[in-house]
């Protein structure tokens, strides 16, 4: 079992920055990816980005790139997301999630963990 706990979110005003943190742990050996999806009412789970545990390849939500960056910390078992710039439309829940199998995953269904998420709310 891998338990994932985020962190970071907030009620900020547009054009200012958050960083969301997820620590892991548990069994982390057995995940290869991390990732980081969103929620917003009344739509469908979202990819954001994604990161393998080895931090050679990312991966983005195309809404997202030049604007959230993705990193870990492998001593601490913890997933960043540096969110630049936000915007209204970036409001949502987020979540951080794990994936056993090494083959990327833009899908929710292909994630094996989640944590609880964290509110960030853009205001206009």
């Known amino acids: 079992q891998v338990q994932l706990v985020e962190s970071g979110g907030g009620l900020v005003q547009a054009g200012v920055s958050l960083r969301l943190s997820c620590a892991a742990s548990?069994?982390?050996?057995?995940?290869?990816?991390m990732g980081w999806f969103r929620q917003a009412p009344g739509k469908e789970r979202e990819f954001v980005a994604a990161i393998r545990w080895t931090g050679t390849s990312l991966y983005y939500l195309e809404s997202v790139k030049g604007r959230f960056t993705i990193s870990r910390d492998n001593a601490k078992n913890t997933v960043y997301l540096q969110m630049n710039s936000l915007k209204p439309e970036d409001t949502a829940v987020y979540f951080c999630?794990?994936?056993?199998?090494?083959?990327?995953?833009?899908?929710?269904?292909?994630?094996?963990?989640w944590g609880q998420g964290t509110q960030v709310t853009v205001s206009s």
């Open positions: 999630a794990a994936r056993s199998r090494d083959r990327m995953s833009y899908s929710w269904s292909g994630y094996d963990y």
């Open positions: 548990g069994r982390t050996v057995s995940t290869n990816l």
